[in-house]
């Protein structure tokens, strides 16, 4: 899938830490332009840390980080999302004190350019009818479902180079699941690289050509989409019960 | 009988209606599941009947009482427990703690209290330590009991709250998206959690969940609410086929 | 009509600057998330400049304008960013409200030391004429220069500002900034630069504003920046923190209305002389219980504040059971040889220092149980204090009570206040209830302590020997000594053992989130009031103690400077833990003797230490000394694992 032979993302052998939380130890894979990867693994593994180091969110302790064949470890996300890379973080994700449309123009005005952003604007009503509605309503004023909505219509509606969305699904109703799968799709026909984190394994494996899978902070599979169901509930079924889930 | 009844409850916030005219019956013993797309007002009821939000409208009464105009803290002690679709731990706290302040805040001596701290005879008794231990135990949280919270994840978290949720034996658990940010097997184990609390405890549970396999998992019955009101109501199977909740929910035609 | 107009328009000038500060206060929170108290002081170093280098140094105005405010203000501004407040992680609320306390504490006593002591006089005016009338409103209300410019200012600061906030990109994204920098970011925008610019303007805007107000006043002083502050906090808070326009608005209702009552009301009045000064903050307090907006105010907002590792376990808790031997045998060592050394060979003059040093550690013990316990931020700690002081003295005077007895009772007292404004604030959080506190204190130092009947004018009512047993008053001897020790050993055990027992365990729920106590049936209300109590109970006690080791009762000692300072030298130390009370109290009269051998500009930066040590509170929440307690005890904890040869303790992984 390669165009220039250079993977749109790169980890390599990066660990990271809250404090003194160890969070991540030598993670390591890539992501070929234009192809979308599923992040697996059980509560605690470190998958949202992975999303948080690729974005520049949370600085990587050691190992590097590369976007499109160059280097961004230690750059601040802003500089990281101004080459084309999107973290949509999990939960909610947008600025509750302005409306819904300063939202969309704080996001689109940027990666859409000042010339399209009314066009962008109208895509995105057209495509999400609520948020037409709710257009001039504070973003804070919206429920928990209709805010993940929003932060991912910033995404869906002018698509990055390269996107990483963490907990894509969560607090979405089936029905619009299904709407943002369909979006992803097209998403991902235009050209973007996707990393998606999900706990609904099969939704992702369907949308993904490979997938990593973590465990305790560690890569336990890297490779097809295919092989990655096996490897998540053989991992699933080392842990003993929910209460030492996070415990090492 | 009837344990819980929700009657014409009415919210809007500031010209958005979030819940209108919403009835809503749970028995003892029996779980309910209430589904329904974003923003259909789901959240808000839960708000409306634990006494975080005032509706506008509306009664509510538990075991024939109308509990309205209370505030939360005595909604809880009444026998109404909670878990948040964002968490609220506390923390400071370990997990013990979590479930010690929450067992001993239903018992209400207030001046009492503090002089028994000033006396130091604040520590927990042996029988507080061993209700707590016996839910700990339950639901497998005893190797993390002396970890303060700050140090666990998301999954864990959220099992705390359910434990804090119930150790006081409340007769009504209202769980807010409680399998969002678990794993498969996390969810497979807090449905059978659920189901074990509802047969043993007769405790009546509302459910609101997106995973529709962990709803069916653990309901009697599901109520599907759209756009603030009541669409449908009835068994899991028969609600998830009838026509308006195919369109509300599941986004089909 | 026309008596009316003369009353009120000398009000315009009075009006507009509390209106351009309050512009101001809610430009920087709406633009970096900040309440910056610290505002005022920005404010009155540009003036101060301004006026050194017109005055003393004999610079063109235009010259000094441009050093003083185009320079000076949004350098300030950015140091303040740059150094302070980025570094605070997002979802510390307190850490901002400290941060900000520490810069109207710092400032104002930083000014004099670095340029020299004395008021400036004469500030020159900028643009018209001071002095020179202009026109005639109605038959004979001369409008002057002064009153032009303010108006002129005001009205074109107002635009510009509501201009950028509401119409531009750049607005937009400063908006953006002050809720979530990080997720600003993930859009690719520069925030750290954006929050930067927002801060270089506030202080732009602050600037303009110290030295175009200045020639308002006659001299240049602190004081008036900080009654400015208030009447614009006023003002602001009027508007929810939110419309610029209704702050403006109210900023000169509030000048022109309390001027317009000055010139009304006769002047031997208790309305004249109670009342009116306290006015600005009556009118705080009603903007606090009446506007709805002002309730969740300095709540955190950043959705992505997990990001930030979370605060580090106390010393105390983390440190293994070797460590904690030696450290507590150490302890009960230290406290032996202090107790005997003040009983024996320790100086007079030492003595007497550390004995003032230990009432105020009590006091200080308020703030620990208050705001590190409960999570309850109070700017009213010495106001308490004073209450109690004031209540026990009275007693002596008029009843003939022993002190000591009155100390207990002024305690009672002192509780009582607080426990009602506990109540009075009951829906408020975080700013609210910091800014509530403030107002009452400064309502107390305005309307109540100075009056006659409670403290016998502004020299303060001198202690009398026959009130207290033990000769307690003669010298600060040992007598003292024992009871202060006493008293302050009984407070400890007493905020310890109810830290331990249930009520610790409710309030640490409520300080996690009160949703959650709320929802497990913690009352809330009954457990802030509890705690307002108890912290009024022990600022009472310790406001006594000070009031017999100072010998006199001066309303000056219990103001509300020395409640913000008591709050930020106690965050200092660390709020967590009751030892950083004792640290905080002996750490002040300790540092406050050394620097009594300084060169005598030196000797007010006691205070000025402690607002440069909260300044730490940014980056090491928990206080410095707990930091350096951490530090060595994991030091000393690798020292002992390598000695028995021991692995470390595996490393806790979180996600």
Redesign the interface.
Known sequence: MSHDGRPALELDDVCAAYGPYRALFGVSFSVDKGAATALLGPNGAGKSTVARVVSGLLPASSGHVRVGGSDVTGKPPWAIARMGLSHVPEGRGVFDSLSVEENLVLSFRRRAGRRNLAASLERAYARFPLLAERRHHRAGTLSGGQQRLLSLAKVLVVPPGVLVADELSLGLAPGVVDDVYAALADVRASGTTLVVVEQQVDRALGLASSAVVLEHGSVAYFGPSSGARAVVAEVLERRSHPGVADRR | MTLLSVRGLTKSFGGTVAVTHVDLDLSTGESVGLVGPNGAGKTTLFDCIFGQLRPDAGTIELDGRDIGGLSTWRRARLGIGRTYQRLEVFPDLTVREHLLVALEAGRTARWGRLWKDLLGLGEPSSEELATVDSVLEAVGLRDVADTPVAALGLGTCRIVELARAVVARPRVLLADEPSSGLDERETVELAQLLRSLQVERAMGILLVEHDLSMVEAVVDRVVVMDLGRVVASGGFHEVMRAPAVQRAYLGSP | MEQLLGFAVPGIPYGCAYAVFAVGLVLTYQTTGVFNFGYGAQAYASAFVFAWLVDDHAWPTWAAFVCAVAILGPVLGLVFDRFLFRRIPSANSTAKVVTGLSLLVGIPALLPVVFGNGNLVGVPSVVFNPGTVYFHLGADVPVNGTYLSAVLFTVAMLVVVVLLLRTT?LG??M??A???S???????????RVTATAWAVSGLMAGIAGVLLAPTEVTVQAQDYVTLMVAAIAAAACAALRSMPIAALFGVLIGVVSLTAQGYLPTSSFWYSAVLPAFPFIVLVGALLFVPGLRRLGQA?D??SS???????PAARARGREIDRIVRTGFWVLLFAFVVSMLTWMPPAWETVLNQGMAYSVVFLSVTFLTGTAGQLSLAQATLAGIAAFTAGQLAVHLGLDFLAGAVLGALAASLVAGLLAVASLRLRGLGLALMTLAAALLFDVAVFPAQAVSGGTGGLALEPHWLPLGLLSANGHDYFLLAFLVLVACVG?VR??Q???????L??M???E??????????A?QRV?AFVLSGALAGLGGTLLAIQQTVIAPGEFNYQLSLAFVVIVVTTGVGTVEGAIQAGIGLVVLEQLLQYAPGRLQGLAFVVFALGALTYAAHPEGIVELEKRRWTERAERVLSRRHRTPAP??????
Not at chain 3, 182 to 189: A, N, P
Not at chain 3, 650 to 655: H, I, N, P
């Open positions: 990109h937009l994204e908006r953006a002050a809720e979530s990080r997720l600003l970011e993930l859009e690719g925008v520069d925030a750290p907002t959705p992505l990001v930030d590792p979370p605060l580090p376990p007493a053992l109810v331990r027992g249930t009520t610790g365990r409710f640490a729920a300080r996690g989130s949703l959650g106590a709320a929802g497990v049936g913690v009352d809330l009954w509890l595996a490393v806790t992984g979180r996600s």
